[in-house]
């Protein structure tokens, strides 16, 4: 759900620091639908964008952080079990290149 500053009625500016990944992503996703309609004034969508982007620096860093911390079990070459990062490489197009053809 979209924070609203209840002073000027545009978006809170500040991404709270307790603010679930979950809620963060869903206000990320509202924002965005927001400023696509092209019904918000200039001025707000000034706004609402740096609260976007905000939300998503700090979707980012939550993603990078959880990423960090994973790790999968892998046998050796000696079949003893060992803690290894997990590959992400799945042959699939990351979300930078699907952004970036979506805007072309």
Do not use: K, W
Not at 1 to 18: F, H, K
Not at 76 to 86: C, F, H, I, K
Request: glycine share 4%; with cysteine; aromatic share 2%.
């Amino acid at each position: 759900m979209m924070r609203i500053d209840e002073r000027n009625g545009a978006p809170s500016s500040q991404t709270e620091p307790q603010l679930p990944f979950e809620e963060a992503l869903q206000e990320l996703a509202e924002i965005v639908e927001l400023l696509e309609s092209g019904n918000v004034p200039l001025e707000q969508s000034i706004v609402v964008a740096q609260r976007g982007l905000a939300l998503a620096e700090y979707c980012d860093a939550v993603v990078s952080q959880a990423e960090a911390t994973l790790e999968q079990l892998v046998a050796n070459s000696d079949g003893e079990l060992v803690a290894q990062r997990m590959s992400y490489d799945d042959g699939d197009e990351d979300a930078e290149d699907v952004i970036a053809s979506e805007h072309e």
